[in-house]
């Protein structure tokens, strides 16, 4: 089963190499739920993420712009992020595309949880961000 989740927190740390998202359950009546989820991500990552979240645009395209571009020079759009599985103390990540022009079924590009949710964020709406109830159930 995979639970909504938003990104209620970024910590941001000058003095280390790892910076902290945190997701919150979303319960079914839109309100925050019980369960959070920590997730160490790199400087790089957890600045893009609150530049887009912040509204700031960078001079020149980003990876994530660039990824962001692509997928939709390609026809098609990102539709949800899904944090799957942990595995040797690593978390994996799904990206879901939507093609724009067909009825078929879209595509899952495997991903680092932080491109994930970077991806994610650089939507206006952002896209939804889902964790299996398998790895939740592990981390909390």
């Given at each position: 089963m995979l639970v909504p989740m938003r990104l209620s927190r970024i910590i941001l740390s000058d003095i280390n190499e790892q910076q902290v998202l945190c997701l919150t359950e979303i319960a079914d009546d839109g309100s925050d739920g019980e369960r959070t989820f920590p997730i160490l991500v790199g400087e790089f990552e957890a600045g893009s993420i609150h530049r887009a979240i912040n509204g700031d645009a960078a001079p020149r395209p980003l990876t994530h712009d660039l990824l962001k571009s692509a997928i939709e020079e390609l026809g098609a759009e990102v539709k949800d992020v899904v944090i799957s599985h942990l595995?040797?103390?690593?978390?994996?990540a799904k990206v879901r595309l939507r093609r724009l022009d067909e009825d078929g079924?879209?595509?899952?590009?495997?991903?680092r949880p932080s491109d994930a949710i970077a991806l994610a964020v650089h939507h206006h709406p952002p896209r939804p961000?889902?964790?299996?109830?398998?790895?939740?159930?592990?981390?909390?």
């Open positions: 595995q040797d103390h690593t978390y994996f079924p879209g595509a899952e590009l495997d991903s961000i889902f964790v299996s109830d398998a790895v939740l159930d592990e981390v909390t």
